[in-house]
């Protein structure tokens, strides 16, 4: 059987520092380099980040990350592809991330989607996250994808990857 | 550490029958019998079924199953409580199921919620659930909550129970 694997969302298929700073723009007239964030967690770098999270078309209207489509489609074709989102916390964010899935990963049917609170029972071979605490709480395979929050996290056995240009060649 | 429990919403805590009769009384007016649907899967009982579970409100205006809040109450102070349900395929159930839970079970934190397509990844100690398909492809102990479409269903090491009440006696 193949293997099975855990996708996030926020920071691995959707780019949400690139809709925070688009928001932050739009208020603001700032446009802040994301260099600067390196270490910061979001609800840190991110002043408005509360509200963001919590206003309608935030995560529907996400940009996608780089080589995301490409990514996640050779993964589906060589593992058992789950994606799995933290959402339960954000009401708001639960249709718009199941819809925002049916526009840009088609492929993925309903039976693949996880929304969750906690990823902690969510049991898998391998784990693309760019949470430290998912990725600490999970026994397989950790792979960290690159965000500038997480810049500096080493934790145990992680593998980082910069893209999903990345991934294919690892995976 | 406490033993976690995965606990289903839909036929254990929401009484989606009751509301399938309601809603196809409304239609027809023709008041059925629940023991007329013994042994029958929901699709089938329920002519109007992905009609109604794809229409505004009907997970949202739901009725509890009788003693599911006390029920609830007492495995969230002797359990780790997971409430996991089937959602990913109704896109309006997710934020009508998440709403539903803070106004019944306030206890109940969104950390403690996962909406998914399939139950198989998640790991418990307990579940219970009505639908046979979640609890076969489930390696702890397995409740089945009787419901009218599973009347017959004897699967490995089912122990069946009745109601909430019966529950918070076994547990």
Redesign the interface.
């Known amino acids: 059987m193949k293997e099975?694997i855990l996708v996030d969302m926020d920071g691995v298929l959707a780019d949400v520092y690139r809709q925070f700073l688009a928001y932050e723009f739009r208020e603001t007239g700032v446009a802040r380099q994301l260099e600067s964030l390196d270490g910061v967690i979001e609800e840190d770098a991110f002043p408005g980040f509360h509200r963001h999270v919590n206003s309608a078309g935030f995560f529907r209207t996400a940009p996608k990350m780089a080589g995301s489509v490409e990514g996640l489609k050779y993964l589906n074709g060589k593992y058992r592809v789950?994606v799995v989102s933290s959402?339960?916390?954000f009401?708001?964010s639960?249709?718009e991330k199941?819809?925002w899935m049916n526009e840009h990963f088609p492929f993925i049917?309903?039976?693949?989607?996880?929304?969750?609170?906690?990823k902690a029972?969510?049991?898998?071979d391998v784990m693309i996250d760019d949470h430290p605490t998912n990725l600490n709480g999970f026994d397989g395979r950790r792979i960290i994808f690159s965000q500038p929050h997480n810049r500096f996290a080493n934790g145990d056995g992680y593998q980082r990857v910069e893209s999903w240009q990345q991934i294919m060649r690892i995976l």
């Open positions: 099975q789950l959402a339960t916390e009401r708001l639960l249709t199941l819809d049917s309903w039976r693949q989607i996880i929304l969750c609170g906690t029972p969510i049991r898998g």
